[in-house]
């Protein structure tokens, strides 16, 4: 039944060894995303803080679905253009994706069909949490800006429950901004 | 022993692909260090016995080929080289 010799099939088990050592499962964030994202997000909280506390008019909400498609827009395009230079894609990747979706899909449900719940302040609270774990998810991948950043998230969260309400707003923003803009730039930077 | 794994470039594919999603032609070549020519043979073999899947598409208009490895090939895999190293211990 055997047509392999020992000496064969030990380099046989070198190479499988050697190839999957080298396959270490690392996950590939795109710094780019969590910027503009971190961004986009931190700039509706406050916006919609400023325009509650009377410091903006009403009308500057209009730039919300505007700063939302533009952020969304640069997803697309920017997937798009890394798509082909992508030439393989890991199990945990796919992984990282769902939970990613996942994720962002119920925060906006949450926000787009249970906005008489989540009013107000609570609505940029359910994106803080979702931004949180996305973080801590890559965070507990090994990385250890994700876990720093998730745990800025999740402190502004907490600091926004407790300040006066008029400022919970602009914690929750400034959240978005460092923890998930923050590590944006982060990744960028590791890039480098 | 899987017949087929005994090649030492399919048994490589394979080992490429089990903790990826999905690996580009181009890339597993580059991997294995193997020509266009030999890797496409051998593929095609993994691919009609059903333990990896081909998938063809155009990216920014540019042909990509790209696999997967099924469960049928992550089986046959793990028998294969639980055997090879049977194989090591019971000739030492």
Not at chain 1, 158 to 169: C, D, E
Not at chain 2, 35 to 59: M, Q, R, T
Request: charged share 15%.
């Amino acid at each position: 039944m055997e047509r392999i010799g020992t000496s064969e099939a030990r380099d046989h088990i070198e190479m499988v060894n050697r190839i999957l050592a080298e396959s270490q499962q690392r996950l590939c964030t795109g710094g780019e995303y969590f910027l503009v994202w971190g961004i986009g997000s931190a700039f509706v909280t406050i916006l919609f803080a400023l325009e509650n506390n009377g410091l903006v008019p009403g009308a500057a909400l209009w730039s919300v679905p505007v700063v939302l498609a533009l952020c969304a827009l640069f997803s697309i395009y920017r997937s798009r253009a890394t798509r082909a230079a992508l030439a393989r894609s890991s199990l945990l990747q796919r992984e990282f994706f769902n939970v990613l979706w996942l994720t962002i899909g119920l925060a906006f449900v949450a926000n787009a069909a249970a906005y008489r719940i989540f009013a107000g302040v609570a609505s940029a609270a359910v994106w803080s949490i979702a931004e949180a774990i996305v973080l801590l998810y890559i965070g507990m991948h090994g990385n250890r800006r994700a876990q720093i950043a998730g745990v800025l998230v999740v402190v502004s969260l907490i600091a926004a429950n407790f300040v006066a309400p008029p400022l919970a707003g602009y914690v929750l923003g400034a959240g978005m901004l460092v923890g998930y803009g923050g590590f944006g730039v982060g990744e960028l930077l590791a890039r480098e | 022993m899987d017949e087929l794994l005994l090649s030492k470039v399919r048994l490589g594919v394979v080992a490429e692909l089990l903790n990826f999603d999905w690996i580009a032609f181009s890339e597993l070549a580059r991997s294995l260090e193997v020509s266009n020519g030999n890797l496409g043979a051998h593929l095609s073999k993994l691919v009609d016995a059903g333990y990896v899947e081909e998938e063809k598409s155009f990216v920014n208009r540019r042909p990509l080929t790209r696999y997967r490895l099924t469960g049928r090939g992550r089986d046959a895999f793990t028998s294969h080289v639980a055997q090879l190293q049977s194989l090591l211990a019971s000739a030492n």
